[in-house]
């Protein structure tokens, strides 16, 4: 995660710095931060474009890291992408269809669809936050607190409403499986980027 919130400093639009690490097996795939279609001016040089409240000059974080991967020929399924907000619903669809099977994110940005369908398309979700919940169902680092429509404890040790993952990969509930191959011996947060 440290990695990711570096590579958010380059974010061209102030509105939000968000940044993204596509991984596998302890390798960086791909990073993206939020910025301007290639070639076109950026917000920092000609200011925000606004749609509805958004800021629609830029192509989110997580989307250009997939862009990053697709144009260098990256392989990405089965990778886990590590970004400093939770994604927009629109970049969680790529997310899913480009076959990311674990999203780690810093805080809660805006969407909580996100948890009710990553719990059912086995779609493991960990937040990194300082620990505090948000609505629509977190899943919470350090295994201590949970809400309601899915939830995914990183120690393995607790579950809730919605479809249960263990962060283990031994057992699972109805609506989503997550079956890891890289699973730590021992229970708890592993090393990120």
Known sequence: MNIAREVSTRSTCDRKFVG???????SILATGYN????????????????E????????????NAI????RHGARIEGAAIYVTASPCWGCFRLIANAGIDRI?????YRDPRIFDVATRLGIELVDMSDGTSAEGGVVKQDGRT????????????TSAEGGV??????TSA????????????????????
Do not use: N, Y
């Not at 993952?165 to 031994?170: A, L, S, Y």
């Open 20 to 26: 993204a690490v596509i991984a596998r097996d302890k």
């Open 35 to 50: 910025g301007s279609i290639r070639g076109l001016p950026h917000c920092d040089d000609e200011g925000h474009l606004m």
């Open 52 to 63: 509805d409240g958004h800021c629609v000059r830029t192509v989110h974080a997580e989307a």
């Open 67 to 70: 862009a990053q991967a697709a």
């Open 104 to 108: 780690c994110f810093g805080e809660f």
């Open 146 to 157: 949970s809400a309601e429509g899915g939830v995914v404890k990183q120690d393995g040790r």
């Open 165 to 170: 993952v263990k962060q283990d990969g031994r």
């Open 174 to 193: 109805e609506g989503g499986v997550v079956k890891r191959r890289d699973a730590p011996s021992e229970p708890g947060p592993k090393a990120v980027p």
